[in-house]
C-alpha cells in the first residue's frame, strides 16, 4: 500500500487526499496543480493474452458477474483511486471484505503520505452498507473516535468516487449494462487465471437494472456524472466471477478529474462481518470542507 510520489508540496497533498473522501471532491482537487504524483494500481496481473475466444457472447459474460459474486457470497477485496487534473495525480488505496449477499462491506482506506514518508492522516474505516456510508477517522473537524454517515443516494457520484474507493458492489453492478464488449484474451491476476474483457457501460442502465440495495446509489451518479459511458476493463475466472475491473470515470465540476478505480476481488468465502456504529458515535456536527 506504498504511492510513489515526487515533487509533492505538503500543504496541496492535504487537500487532495481530503478531497477524495468529502462530498466537494471535485472543487478541491480541480483546484491544484503543477506538481505530480506517480502511482500503479498495485493489483498483480500479468500481461500477455492468448488467442483463445470466449464460448459465449462477451457482454453476456460480463453482465453475468455480478450474479456469479452473489452466489459465491463474499471476499477480500484491495482497491486503488486514481485522480489526475491539471498535472496533479493521486493514488488512495484500500483494503478490505465484502459481502456480496448482504451487500455489506469494510474498508480501510490509506490517504497518501507526504514526500518523507510520514503518514499525514490515520487510516479511515469505512463501512458499506445499502443506502449509506460510514466513515471513522475522517478528519475535516469529526472527533476521530466519531463516525460520520452519508446516505450515498444524496451524493453526486452515488459513491463512486467520494469515499476514495468505489464499492466493490456498485462496481460489480455497473457491469450489468455493459455493452461493446470485446474478449481480449486470458492473462493472470494473482496467480489465477483469468478471461479479460473490455468495454464501455452505461450507469443509467445500470441503475435500471441494478439490485435494490445499489439502484438508489447509481441513480444518483446517473445524475452527477456528465457522461453516462464508462470505459472498464474486467477479468473473470473460469466460474464467471469477477476477479479485477477497472472503470475510468471523467468528472466535472470546477474542471475535469479523470479518476481510475482498481477493485481486486480474491479470498472468496471468506466470512465478512460488519458491526455497524451506535447511533450515539455518530458526529451530528457539521464537516468541514
Not at 504511492?3 to 462530498?23: D, E, I, K, S
Request: glycine fraction near 14%.
Amino acid at each position: 500500500m506504498v504511492v510513489h510520489q515526487h515533487g509533492w508540496r505538503r500543504g496541496r497533498t492535504r487537500r487532495v487526499a481530503g478531497a477524495v473522501l468529502a462530498v466537494g471532491v471535485a472543487v478541491a482537487v480541480a483546484a491544484l496543480g503543477g506538481c505530480g504524483v506517480a502511482g500503479g494500481t498495485g493489483t498483480g496481473t500479468r500481461t500477455g493474452a492468448g488467442d483463445d475466444r470466449p464460448e459465449r457472447d462477451p457482454a453476456a459474460v460480463v453482465r453475468g458477474a455480478a450474479d456469479a459474486l452473489t452466489a459465491t457470497g463474499s471476499a477480500r477485496t484491495r482497491t486503488a483511486m486514481e485522480m489526475a487534473t491539471g498535472g496533479t495525480r493521486v493514488t488512495i488505496r484500500g483494503e478490505g471484505g465484502v459481502d456480496f449477499r448482504k451487500r455489506m462491506g469494510q474498508l480501510l482506506v490509506m490517504l497518501p503520505a507526504d514526500v518523507t514518508g510520514k503518514a499525514e492522516h490515520r487510516p479511515i474505516t469505512e463501512l458499506l452498507v445499502p443506502g449509506a456510508l460510514y466513515m471513522k477517522n475522517r478528519g475535516a473537524g469529526v472527533p476521530d473516535d466519531k463516525w460520520v454517515r452519508l446516505d450515498t443516494a444524496s451524493l453526486a457520484d452515488g459513491n463512486l468516487v467520494t469515499g476514495g474507493a468505489t464499492d466493490p458492489i456498485a462496481a460489480a453492478e455497473l457491469l450489468r449494462a455493459a455493452r461493446e464488449v470485446t474478449y481480449v484474451g486470458e492473462t493472470e491476476v494473482s496467480g489465477t487465471k483469468v478471461r479479460h474483457y473490455r468495454g464501455t457501460t452505461d450507469i443509467g442502465q445500470a441503475a435500471r437494472s441494478a439490485s435494490p440495495g445499489v439502484k438508489g446509489a447509481l441513480e444518483a451518479a446517473a445524475k452527477g456524472f456528465s457522461k453516462d459511458s464508462v470505459p472498464f476493463d474486467a477479468y473473470l475466472d473460469e466460474e464467471g466471477r469477477l476477479r479485477k475491473v477497472r472503470h475510468r470515470f471523467t468528472y466535472v465540476k470546477n474542471g475535469v478529474i479523470d479518476v481510475s478505480s482498481t477493485t481486486l476481488l480474491y479470498g472468496f468465502g471468506t466470512p465478512v462481518a460488519v458491526v455497524l456504529p451506535p447511533s450515539g458515535d455518530i458526529y451530528a456536527g457539521k464537516i468541514a470542507e
